[in-house]
């Protein structure tokens, strides 16, 4: 006759030992089907060029353009964006020159509209 303890006690150590080896395979399991980390050398950014600027490279047109030019640049800009915007041709206006707004109501940092719009609230 078969002790009915001793078949609980091995099935009792038969299933913690399965526990056991499936806890340690699935510890092992990113060790082994994971892709191999790859060595990444970090590579310092290459420092900007210092340009002397000299009256020549000026003449020669090889620096960028200068402020009043690029003011022209963002008045023509605006214009054609404002034409767009009203459907009117490019002549019917002119836009004269652009100042940046100043921070009022408070510092807000939102258009015009937006600041009147949360000071009709109140």
């Known amino acids: 006759m ?5 078949i609980t006690l091995v099935g009792i150590i038969t299933v913690f030992v399965a526990l056991f080896l499936m806890i340690l395979f699935l510890l092992g399991f990113p060790k082994f089907f994971s892709e191999p ?18 009256k020549k490279k ?4 090889l620096l960028s353009q200068s402020p009043a ?15 767009a915007a009203r459907g009117s041709e490019l002549g019917s206006f002119a836009i004269a020159q652009v100042k940046q ?7 807000f940092n939102t258009p015009v509209w937006g600041r009147v719009e949360r000071l009709s609230r109140k």
């Open 2 to 6: 078969t002790n009915p303890w001793m």
């Open 58 to 61: 000026a003449q020669a047109g």
């Open 37 to 54: 980390k790859k060595k990444e050398h970090k590579k310092l950014a290459p420092l900007p060029e210092i340009v002397e600027v000299t």
């Open 69 to 83: 030019e690029d003011d022209e640049e963002l008045i023509a800009v605006l214009t054609a964006a404002v034409a």
């Open 101 to 107: 707004a100043a921070a009022e109501g408070g510092g």
